[in-house]
């Protein structure tokens, strides 16, 4: 391990060689990071911190190569949940290849109508310029000032809905979307999806080839739809495109968030926490945060890129999986690919909240990271799963769990909690999960579950740091014939 071990403490402070390694290390198989309010059942007691066991007790992780960061194109129309939603989003840079940051329009904001202009994205950049080099101590791979001044562009912003002009923003979109690159590019449409649809619809018509490459490669993410050109044009033009519809399940970090946040989270968006950890004392780029008597004001438009944040959730892997961006079920499934509002136990909002306090932390850990030095800052646990991260398993069999090898790059006690996150598996029962609040625990497959039931089971590994952080490992069980 990167880290070195002593059972008294459970890790050491790392040396410069081992902060270099953390900054560097990428997500172990899909499984690394970050945190959750608990899904079918009571959360367990907290845990003990463990001591890491002994070297040689355990086969060696598994470790899967680094994974290229998302590519990500924004368009946004501007409004202050916009704006607001553009300062997390800048302090996770690092974690995107930014393609685009594109002003677009929608029902609400267009050209000369409540409009906020095309300099306000250059100006939070020049805020995010002054915190950069303490940044960079925290964490690689933050892009400079002027890569990301060289990836921003006005799309279609003269009225709602319009998507007959070329213009720098769409054909920016078009020429990610026809390069070569391996990966899929995720468009986030914070406002309309005019921009993206003018993109799409010049591909169309004078790239008509390319339209079966554009459709494996793009993938829509919708916040509510505030224009008619996703169910005008890109809905029936484009079927096989990929669309995460969160039409509703948005609203949560939206205008109304106190009213569907519920406790314990809802402290975490609440003058006294914000003033404490995000708008005082952390710099010029959150101290230009718009917030509301110094409460949270909305984000409306923050799920589209949580959902690539890789936390170690799997949420890229599968719309049903859910993770900080929310979860998703198919609309109209052999009809179209748009996905749109799961519920969790039968909540609406339930796939976006139960991770708050585990995302409002990480936030609270970035803002702190523009103004701390390292060893004075908190970074996340580095979550390693000793074991398959998918199996398959017959009813009446035991599955070993594990994620003890996990490690802390600032040294800190870590706590274990595994769950059944019941809602995108399809055994719907519940299993009973042996030492849950260990790094090695353990389950029985129900004698009831029938071959091809699928069950999901979360680790979460929180640090003592201030804030605590969390990182997580999913592991799939699909159930065999006995």
Same mark, same amino acid.
């Given at each position: 391990?990167?880290?070195?071990?002593?059972? *008294?403490?459970?890790?050491?402070? @790392?040396?410069?060689?081992?902060?270099?390694?953390?900054?560097?290390?990428?997500?172990?198989?899909?499984?690394?990071?970050?945190?959750? &309010?608990?899904?079918?059942?009571?959360?367990?007691? @907290?845990?003990?911190?463990?001591?890491?066991?002994?070297?040689?007790?355990?086969?060696?992780?598994?470790?899967?190569?680094?994974?290229?960061?998302?590519?990500?194109?924004?368009?946004?129309? &501007?409004?202050? %949940? %916009?704006?607001?939603?553009?300062?997390?989003? +800048?302090?996770?840079?690092?974690?995107?290849?930014?393609?685009?940051?594109?002003?677009?329009?929608?029902?609400?904001?267009?050209?000369?109508?409540?409009?906020?202009?095309?300099?306000?994205?250059?100006?939070?950049?020049?805020?995010?310029?002054?915190?950069?080099?303490?940044?960079?101590?925290?964490? $690689?791979?933050?892009?400079?000032?002027?890569?990301?001044?060289?990836?921003?562009?006005?799309?279609?912003?003269?009225?709602?809905?319009?998507?007959?002009?070329?213009?720098?923003?769409?054909?920016?979109?078009?020429?990610?979307?026809?390069?070569?690159?391996?990966?899929?590019?995720?468009?986030?449409?914070?406002?309309?999806?005019?921009?993206?649809?003018?993109?799409?619809?010049?591909?169309?018509?004078?790239?008509? %080839?390319?339209?079966?490459?554009? *459709?494996?490669?793009?993938?829509?993410?919708?916040?509510?739809?505030?224009?008619?050109?996703?169910?005008?044009?890109?809905? @029936?033009?484009?079927?096989?495109?990929?669309?995460?519809?969160?039409?509703?399940?948005?609203?949560?970090?939206?205008? &109304?968030?106190?009213?569907? #946040?519920?406790?314990?989270?809802?402290?975490?968006?609440?003058?006294?926490?914000?003033?404490?950890?995000?708008?005082?004392?952390?710099?010029?780029?959150?101290?230009?945060?718009?917030?509301?008597?110094?409460?949270?004001?909305?984000?409306?438009?923050?799920?589209?890129?949580?959902?690539?944040?890789?936390?170690?959730?799997?949420?890229?892997?599968?719309?049903?999986?859910?993770?900080?961006?929310?979860?998703?079920?198919?609309?109209?499934?052999?009809?179209?690919?748009?996905?749109?509002?799961?519920?969790?136990?039968?909540?609406?909002?339930?796939? #976006?909240?139960?991770? /708050?306090?585990?995302?409002?932390? $990480?936030?609270?850990?970035?803002? /702190?990271?523009?103004?701390?030095?390292?060893?004075? /800052?908190?970074?996340?646990?580095?979550?390693?799963?000793?074991? @398959?991260?998918? +199996?398959? /398993?017959?009813?009446?069999?035991?599955?070993?769990?594990?994620?003890?090898?996990?490690?802390?790059?600032?040294?800190?006690?870590?706590?274990?909690?595994?769950?059944?996150?019941?809602?995108?598996?399809?055994?719907?029962?519940?299993?009973?999960?042996?030492?849950?609040?260990?790094?090695?625990?353990?389950?029985?497959?129900?004698?009831?579950?029938?071959?091809? %039931?699928? #069950?999901?089971?979360?680790?979460?590994?929180?640090?003592?740091?201030?804030?605590?952080?969390?990182?997580?490992?999913?592991?799939?069980?699909?159930?065999?014939?006995?």
């Amino acid at each position: 391990m990167w880290i070195r071990k002593i059972e *008294s403490t459970g890790f050491l402070k @790392p040396t410069a060689t081992t902060i270099a390694l953390a900054a560097l290390l990428v997500l172990p198989v899909c499984l690394l990071f970050t945190f959750s &309010g608990r899904a079918d059942a009571q959360a367990p007691a @907290p845990a003990k911190p463990q001591a890491a066991p002994p070297a040689g007790q355990l086969a060696p992780p598994r470790v899967a190569a680094p994974r290229a960061k998302p590519r990500v194109v924004v368009t946004t129309d &501007g409004e202050i %949940d %916009d704006r607001c939603s553009m300062i997390r989003f +800048l302090l996770y840079a690092n974690e995107f290849d930014v393609e685009g940051l594109i002003y677009s329009s929608s029902r609400f904001h267009w050209l000369g109508q409540t409009w906020s202009g095309v300099e306000w994205i250059n100006a939070l950049i020049s805020m995010y310029e002054r915190v950069y080099p303490n940044l960079r101590k925290n964490a $690689d791979g933050y892009p400079t000032p002027d890569e990301l001044r060289s990836k921003v562009y006005v799309g279609n912003i003269h009225n709602v809905g319009e998507m007959e002009r070329d213009t720098p923003g769409a054909d920016r979109i078009v020429r990610v979307l026809l390069d070569d690159k391996p990966g899929p590019v995720y468009l986030q449409a914070w406002g309309g999806t005019n921009t993206i649809a003018k993109a799409l619809h010049t591909i169309q018509t004078r790239y008509p %080839d390319q339209v079966e490459k554009v *459709s494996r490669k793009a993938i829509v993410y919708i916040i509510l739809d505030q224009d008619e050109t996703f169910r005008k044009y890109i809905e @029936p033009n484009w079927p096989k495109l990929q669309v995460l519809g969160s039409f509703r399940q948005f609203a949560v970090l939206a205008y &109304g968030w106190a009213n569907l #946040i519920p406790l314990p989270h809802r402290v975490l968006f609440e003058r006294p926490w914000m003033e404490g950890n995000i708008t005082v004392d952390r710099g010029p780029l959150t101290g230009a945060y718009e917030s509301s008597n110094g409460a949270f004001r909305s984000e409306g438009d923050s799920p589209s890129f949580m959902h690539q944040i890789e936390v170690g959730l799997r949420s890229l892997e599968h719309p049903s999986y859910g993770g900080w961006g929310g979860r998703f079920v198919q609309e109209k499934p052999g009809v179209n690919n748009v996905w749109t509002n799961a519920a969790d136990d039968g909540d609406m909002y339930k796939p #976006i909240w139960r991770w /708050a306090t585990a995302f409002q932390n $990480d936030w609270a850990a970035r803002a /702190a990271w523009c103004v701390l030095p390292y060893r004075e /800052a908190n970074h996340a646990p580095v979550v390693v799963l000793n074991g @398959p991260a998918d +199996l398959e /398993a017959a009813p009446g069999a035991t599955v070993t769990l594990d994620v003890s090898s996990s490690g802390d790059p600032d040294g800190d006690r870590l706590y274990f909690s595994w769950w059944q996150y019941r809602d995108p598996g399809s055994y719907k029962g519940t299993v009973s999960i042996r030492d849950a609040d260990r790094g090695v625990a353990s389950f029985t497959v129900p004698a009831d579950a029938k071959p091809g %039931d699928t #069950i999901h089971l979360i680790a979460e590994v929180t640090d003592d740091g201030k804030p605590p952080l969390t990182r997580y490992a999913r592991v799939i069980v699909t159930v065999r014939p006995k």
